[in-house]
């Protein structure tokens, strides 16, 4: 796929999102049922919105693929509002520059693997009926014609095909074979004197405590003003992931303590690719305990067993020496880092990843 990498949008992402958007309906005016005219002038507050109700809802899936640190293409996933059997796919898109290489079949596999661990029975979309190209990758995708052309949008003379995606033909391979399986309920770990649980509002003090310390909330990259909204909103965000099955985050409770010293888990989580970032933050007096070791060691065989990643990934600030020292514990090898990819944007960012096998070793 030339380098390139499908991941579910960030909430942040907005801007990221919009310029893909317009770009399209600039470039492919043909291509989709609304217009540049009708979408460009938009307010930022819309964006903003549009983005974050999409990747916090457990019926949408918006997808971009990023290529050598630039974002290239995007597709929507989104449940059909009048029809609980349904799945839509939108806003189809991949740059010219991009094309000819994988990419959008990649974006089509991302929706269609989320849209596969639904209990809906059908994925569709809308193809123009002279776009011969991207008519031959949904075909190839197990995509059939329904019914016959229709037009495009309202008032248009251009013509568009519907076609549809049976999702129980693609199910067996989903779930046994191509696809990492999720929890229906969130897994409590057991072990190294720990309790790894979900994250709840009892965990909120001590999330803003951490917060409120700057020089170790910086470490993580963390943002350090307002820190009750701040985790606040970082709860809603694990929660939301967990809904969407593209996270895990636990609590880290120490045997004794009475709540929650830290949390540890999994973001970006990717299942066609078998991969997730792994991330810890810990507060500063519960520091050189062993934690973050014992709590690492459950998540990664936890990631690497019932979870069936292939791959675990970690980015990491250089002045971050206790995770730097934590990922050479278990083995991570260090790689480029994209900037996509950066913490907070900073081209320092450093990369690591963890492979199944060496895991296993």
Not at 16 to 32: C, H, K, N, Q
Not at 74 to 87: C, K, P, Q, T, V
Not at 121 to 150: I, K, M, Q, S, T
């Amino acid at each position: 796929m030339s380098g390139a990498i499908v991941r579910r949008f960030r909430a942040d992402e907005w801007r990221v999102y919009r310029d893909l958007r317009l770009g399209a309906l600039a470039e492919s005016p043909d291509a989709f049922g609304s217009t540049l005219a009708h979408e460009d002038g938009r307010p930022e507050a819309h964006w903003r919105e549009r983005l974050a109700a999409g990747v916090a809802s457990v019926g949408d899936c918006p997808v971009v693929a990023i290529q050598r640190r630039a974002p290239v293409g995007l597709a929507w996933g989104r449940f059909d509002e009048d029809d609980d059997e349904g799945i839509h796919v939108f806003q189809m898109w991949v740059a010219p520059e991009a094309r000819q290489g994988g990419i959008g079949r990649a974006l089509l596999d991302a929706v269609v693997s989320w849209a596969a661990r639904t209990e809906r029975g059908w994925l569709e979309l809308e193809v123009a009926c002279d776009n011969g190209p991207a008519r031959r990758l949904y075909e190839r995708a197990g995509f059939v014609a329904r019914g016959g052309p229709g037009a495009l949008r309202e008032g248009s003379d251009l013509r568009s095909q519907v076609m549809r995606l049976d999702l129980q033909s693609v199910r067996p391979a989903t779930t046994a074979e191509r696809y990492a399986p999720f929890p229906e309920a969130f897994p409590e770990l057991r072990g190294e004197g720990l309790l790894l649980r979900a994250l709840s509002e009892v965990d909120l003090p001590r999330w803003v405590e951490r917060l409120s310390d700057t020089a170790a909330a910086s470490l993580a990259g963390d943002p350090i003003e307002d820190p009750d909204r701040v985790a606040a909103e970082g709860l809603a965000h694990h929660r939301a992931a967990f809904r969407t099955c593209t996270g895990l985050r636990w609590a880290i409770v120490p045997e004794g303590e009475p709540a929650a010293v830290g949390s540890i888990g999994f973001v970006g989580l990717d299942p066609v690719a078998r991969a997730a970032e792994v991330g810890v933050a810990i507060g500063r007096r519960h520091w050189r305990r062993g934690l973050a070791t014992r709590a690492g060691r459950l998540v990664l065989g936890y990631g690497f067993g019932p979870l069936a990643l292939r791959r675990v990934e970690a980015v990491v600030l250089p002045e971050n020496a206790g995770s730097l020292a934590l990922l050479d514990h278990f083995g991570f090898a260090e790689a480029p880092c994209p900037e996509d990819r950066a913490v907070n944007g900073r081209a320092d960012s450093r990369l690591f990843t963890l492979g199944r096998d060496a895991w296993l070793d």
